[in-house]
């Protein structure tokens, strides 16, 4: 299946474990801490976070139709 890849650009070595991508990527964003990454899908714009310590959701899948605007983590990182 796909996965989404972390590559350093001034290495080209791969920095840690590929995560499943259960959707075409549109939209991604880290957490300001680096912990977490919001992956926004783009067929229907549904959401889900992953953790990147564990590699696993941190989240169920949220459903696009509750953002009409691109989302991002809130500056403590703490909410979409």
Request: proline share 10%; aromatic share 8%; charged share 20%.
């Amino acid at each position: 299946g796909d996965t989404l890849r972390f590559w350093n650009p001034a290495t080209g070595t791969e920095q840690r474990s590929p995560l499943p991508a259960e959707v075409t990527a549109k939209n991604l964003e880290f957490s300001a801490d680096g912990r977490h990454l919001l992956v926004r899908s783009v067929a229907d714009s549904s959401l889900r976070v992953w953790n990147l310590g564990s590699g696993t959701p941190a989240t169920p899948v949220v459903p696009g139709d509750y953002f009409s605007a691109v989302p991002g983590f809130s500056p403590a990182g703490d909410a979409i």
